[in-house]
Nanobody
């Protein structure tokens, strides 16, 4: 089993920045890809970004490219999401997720991830 714990959420004004962290523990060697998703009130959970286990490959939702950056520190078993130029529409609960099934392509869907954190709230005010 793998446990994921997010931190770093909070409230920020539009244009500001936040960095989210996701600390993994347990059988982390099982993980092929780590991802970030978010869910706004009344909306479906959506893909934000992913990073391969080696850290060599990253992928972003088209609408977030250029503002969000995903990175990882294997020594600390931690994945980060740097969010810049935040907008009110970025307000959501952000979830970290881990995939242990090594999909052929980039895992973009919820069902492709096996482990989830509890989520951290990000609120952006105008």
């Amino acid at each position: 089993q793998v446990q994921l714990v997010e931190s770093g959420g909070g409230s920020v004004q539009a244009g500001g920045s936040l960095r989210l962290s996701c600390a993994a523990s347990g059988r982390t060697f099982n993980l092929y890809t780590m991802g970030w998703f978010r869910q706004a009130p009344g909306k479906e959970r959506e893909f934000v970004a992913s990073i391969s286990g080696t850290g060599g490959s990253t992928y972003y939702a088209d609408s977030l490219k250029g503002r969000f950056t995903i990175s990882g520190d294997n020594a600390k078993a931690t994945v980060y999401l740097q969010m810049n130029s935040l907008k009110p529409e970025d307000t959501a609960v952000y979830y970290c997720a881990g995939d242990r099934r090594h999909w052929a392509g980039i895992p973009l869907q919820r069902y492709q991830y096996d482990y989830w954190g509890q989520g951290t709230q990000v609120t952006v005010s105008s």
